[in-house]
């Protein structure tokens, strides 16, 4: 352990100026990516647990405890359903109580998205951060060597591009973790989207089956004229 900790704070010490704020961009991205593992896991069980808790009701079509249930659960899968349930008091159509799910639904999915696009955003700039570090190194030893005696310049010079590497390998160390994050974050969020909208589907077909909702479409009502014509040809 006291060799692995020597080896790190040389290759802090000799990493140059680049290798903090690097380092800043490694914490913030942890931190993003812990806080939401942490969110995602527990609205993961909160659906979970408040779907499987709604199902029974769904499937006795009891209305009143449905609406009650949707309204007392904060889990953003009743949430949408109970959407579906305010307008099915004022539509019984299908595709309206759809749409009415779907708004409920494009105003859950920014809260399960946010910040995690970040992540994708850190690992890009740490790793421009390491080369960029590099070329200001490699600037700087170029500079240093440049009225140096030649029997000291290559030693002077592989010594200060070995210090300048050590920013490009610090940006590549801190950027990969990050986008492997990023995917995980993105999977994992893909599938709790994809849940809800099981469930959506799943509660309007309950009540398409229990006919509390129609699934066609209304026929449009004839206009005045029509009816006239209606009138005289009958």
Request: proline share 3%.
């Amino acid at each position: 352990m006291t060799e692995i900790y020597n080896n790190v704070t040389e290759f802090f010490q000799e990493g140059g100026l680049f290798i903090y704020p690097i380092s800043v961009v490694l914490v913030i991205g942890l931190a993003i990516a812990f806080e939401r593992w942490v969110f995602l896991n527990r609205e993961k069980w909160r659906n979970r647990r408040a779907f499987n808790d709604f199902l029974p009701l769904l499937r006795t079509t009891d209305m009143d405890k449905m609406q009650m249930y949707s309204r007392e659960s904060q889990a953003p899968v009743t949430r949408i359903i109970a959407c579906g349930l305010d307008m099915m008091k004022v539509s019984k159509q299908r595709a309206d109580v759809e749409n009415s799910m779907n708004e409920g639904m494009l105003e859950t999915m920014p809260r399960l998205e946010q910040r995690t696009g970040y992540l994708a955003v850190l690992a890009n700039v740490a790793t421009l951060l390491g080369l960029l570090g590099t070329i200001v190194g490699l600037i700087g030893a170029f500079s240093a060597v440049a009225n140096v005696d030649p029997a000291e310049k290559s030693t002077m010079l592989s010594n200060s591009i070995s210090v300048a590497m050590n920013t490009t390998a610090f940006g590549l160390i801190a950027a990969i973790p990050l986008l492997v994050l990023h995917a995980v974050l993105q999977n994992k969020t893909a599938s709790i989207i994809s849940s809800i909208q099981m469930s959506a589907v799943k509660f309007l077909n309950i009540m398409t089956l229990h006919r509390f909702i129609e699934a066609g479409t209304p026929r449009p009502e004839k206009s005045t004229d029509e009816k006239e014509v209606a009138a005289v040809e009958g």
